[in-house]
């Protein structure tokens, strides 16, 4: 089942002679619980596709749908509560807010809703991420890799249709970018969680059910590396606690 379909995506900055065609025309989809990989030179297009896949940036033109529902028809404000809620965006730079500690950068999009934190996921993600007796660590008090599982548990923390992760392990020494595909893997493996990451590592692609080439703003190779296993739920599958109350 197709849980993401992108359309004609195009994106193009500037107008006239000065005009940048960042993305050109870029069409393909997501069946639900797949891990796909998205390499690509610098300035390939990449990270714009996963902006516009994120609702972070408006498209020139094109569509994309989450479980079949198109996202930029959608106002600024609710793109933001879309942003917060149906997917979980993982940076290379961590972006944790340094006044909070880990425990409020992690539920800091449940509590941006005004929704109550679910306690039994939050401890939940703290366990699976290593971060326990640390709760209340600045991220200056955090090595980088921790920094990155905190990041990963605030896009978890809501359960989301969709994880997207932009060089997750850019910023990491060889031993952390492993530990840190490792729980990305883990959550879409054995959680069926829905995981699309842009990489320049080839050890990563490889991880993938599929690897998608992006060369100057066009879609140049789409290979299936293996199947994907049979999911029953397009975000987070039952085995993590619900998602706090609403």
């Known amino acids: 089942m197709d849980i993401m379909t992108i359309e004609h995506l195009t994106k193009v900055y500037g107008e006239g002679d000065t005009a940048v065609r960042a993305l050109d025309d870029v069409s393909f989809s997501v069946q639900a619980g797949e891990f796909i990989a998205i390499i690509g030179s610098s300035g390939s297009g990449k990270s714009t596709l996963l902006h516009l896949m994120g609702g ?26 879309f942003r917060r809620r149906e997917v979980g965006l993982v940076y290379q730079f961590y972006n944790l807010i340094p006044v909070l500690d880990v425990v409020e950068n992690m539920t800091l999009p449940v509590l941006m809703d005004g929704r109550s934190v679910n306690d039994k996921r939050l401890n939940m993600l703290l366990r699976t991420l290593k971060l326990t007796g640390r709760e209340h660590y600045l991220p200056n008090q955090l090595s980088g890799g921790q920094q990155q599982r905190v990041a990963i548990g605030r896009a978890l923390m809501n359960a989301p249709a969709v994880v997207l992760a932009d060089e997750p392990t850019g910023n990491l020494d060889s031993k952390n970018s492993a530990e840190i595909m490792r729980l990305l893997r883990d959550s879409n493996r054995q959680l069926k969680q829905t995981l699309i990451v842009i990489t320049h590592d080839e050890d990563i692609a490889l991880m993938a059910d599929r690897v998608i080439a992006i060369e100057d703003g066009r879609l140049v190779r789409d290979e299936r590396i293996r199947q994907v296993p049979a999911a029953t739920h397009g975000g987070t599958a039952a085995a993590f606690p619900s998602k706090g109350a609403r």
Do not use: F, K, M, N
């Open 56 to 81: 972070v940036d408006r498209p020139t033109s094109g569509t994309v749908r989450l479980q079949g529902q198109d996202i930029y028809e959608r106002t600024d404000e609710q793109l933001a509560v």
